[in-house]
């Protein structure tokens, strides 16, 4: 069975720091994972999706890394703001399925 | 675009009683998809549609649990009786064609708490 691990839980930074986000899957036979942001009493809102054949995806200050074969995930925030505040989700897709697994998120506090 | 619609945004009930959640997909989009989060088991698929027909509903807890889709642009998941242990913000979401590479568009979903 699949099993989604994000690092650290939680995760509080001065405005303007570069950070990561890091995310582990036990079996990595993905088809593709996701990053999702999911704010206070709000649903989830897709950043990027990087399928299994891709390395990396980047969307503005944001840049997400896939390496399949060591079952890992990377969110890369550049010049982090307040706005940024929220908690981060992954969610891989197993091949030929639409059961997504998703981590326990890592929730971010960025301090102005 | 009003995006993925769900009602109620909040349901306050009593173990025992039938509670009803609905949601509107996107129009257009043939897939749809309930999920469950909680503290402790993060966030669960529990069934989802293509063209309106239950394709995996393997996720749903047990028989207490049902979903319907009767039409492309409405579906229900309904829970009779409840128990407190459903407590859980259960969200909707709806995607183009429901394949892998396709994006999931969420609700903000229904806070659930039974008594």
């Known amino acids: 069975k699949q099993e989604v691990t994000q690092i650290p839980a939680a995760l509080s930074v001065p405005e303007g720091e570069n950070l990561v986000l890091n995310c582990s899957f036990t079996d990595s036979a993905i088809y593709n994972l996701q990053w999702f942001r999911q704010d206070p009493g709000k649903g989830l809102t897709s950043l990027l999706l990087?399928?299994?054949?891709?390395r990396e995806q980047t969307s503005g200050r944001l840049n997400a890394s896939l390496d399949k074969s060591s079952g890992r995930s990377t969110l890369y925030i550049a010049a982090s703001q307040p706005g940024d505040s929220a908690t981060y989700l992954c969610a891989v897709r197993p091949y030929n399925n639409n059961d997504m697994r998703f981590g326990a998120g890592t929730r971010l506090t960025v301090k102005p | 675009d009003a995006g993925v619609i769900q009602s109620p945004r909040h349901e306050v009930t009593e173990m025992g009683q039938e509670v009803t959640l609905r949601c509107k997909p996107i129009s257009g989009h043939n897939s749809l998809f309930w999920y469950r989060q909680t503290m402790m088991r993060g966030l669960e698929l529990l069934i989802y549609f293509n063209n309106n027909v239950p394709i995996d509903d393997s996720g749903m807890p047990e028989d207490r649990f049902s979903a319907k889709m009767p039409n492309a642009s409405f579906s229900t998941l309904k829970i009779q009786p409840s128990e407190p242990r459903d407590s859980a913000v259960y969200f909707c979401?709806?995607?183009?064609?429901?394949?892998?590479?396709?994006?999931?568009?969420f609700g903000p979903g229904t806070r659930l708490t039974v008594l």
């Open positions: 979401a709806s995607s183009f064609r429901g394949r892998a590479t396709d994006t999931q568009y």
């Open positions: 990087i399928q299994s054949s891709q």
